[in-house]
């Protein structure tokens, strides 16, 4: 199987999870791209009424065109739940998260939801999460929060745009760093750490006790729900 099946594996599964009038929050990526699609199948054949706040203007196109109802945290500040992809995942369910670089608002939306569901392929599990940490960074504050990064122990890289010359700018008009910090030991505390770096806005590291469960697509067409033990 490959890893876009797994992914429309998991897809599925989350979708089920999607009842008539619930108000969701979307996350942004390839994975919640099978989502909204899985969504919108049923949106057509069960003639359901699905309301959304999307994390970034990928998921904002893709729930209008896949007949979501859009709304937005000034009409909503409570979400039924919130459904998103990761980029790793740890054996404790932390994740690290903002590849696609919508993390700010998938934080806000995942914060702001009665459950969060992370669906990815298996290919995201990891024992230890090791892969470099996304923070989102106010222009004025780059210099600064570089310093402090650094020392700390980041290996800090500014996220270029691909298809222009210079930075890559956010949906909300700031800078993403990516940051090497080898094998994370103590998530949320590296979470709680960066956020208190003036100019840090957020970061992608989306600790365990904010996740309900982990959908991963199988490698044998079946879904497996990952939940904290307790
Ligand atoms: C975007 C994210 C995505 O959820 C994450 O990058 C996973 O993306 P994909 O589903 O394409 O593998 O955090 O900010």
């Not at 569901?117 to 298996?122: E, G, L, R």
Request: charged share 30%; proline share 3%; net charge negative.
């Amino acid at each position: 199987m490959g890893v876009d099946e797994e992914k429309i594996v998991a897809a599925k599964k989350a979708a089920e999870l999607v009842d008539d009038g619930m108000v969701i929050g979307l996350g942004t990526g390839s994975t919640i791209e099978f989502f909204i699609k899985e969504v919108g199948e049923r949106i057509k054949r069960e003639e359901i009424e699905i309301w959304c706040v999307p994390s970034s203007y990928q998921s904002h196109m893709l729930a209008a065109e896949n007949g979501f109802f859009i709304t937005d945290l000034f009409q909503v500040g409570e979400l039924d739940a919130c459904i998103d992809g990761a980029d790793q995942v740890d054996s404790e369910l932390n994740c690290i998260k903002g590849k696609g670089g919508a993390l700010l608002r998938e934080k806000i939306i995942a914060q702001a939801s009665e459950k969060v569901y992370i669906i990815v392929d298996s290919r995201k599990l990891s024992e230890k999460l090791s892969k470099s940490v996304p923070i989102e960074v106010l222009p004025y504050a780059y210099g600064s929060v570089v310093k402090k990064i650094e020392r700390i122990g980041g290996k800090v890289m500014l996220r270029e745009s691909k298809t222009k010359i210079g930075p890559c700018i956010t949906d909300n008009g700031n800078f993403i760093l990516d940051v090497d910090f080898g094998i994370l030991e103590n998530p949320s505390e590296l979470e709680r750490e960066l956020n208190g770096i003036a100019g840090v806005i957020e970061n992608g590291i989306f600790p365990s006790k904010l996740i309900s469960a982990v959908i991963v697509g199988g490698k044998d067409e079946k879904a497996k729900i990952l939940k904290k033990e307790s």
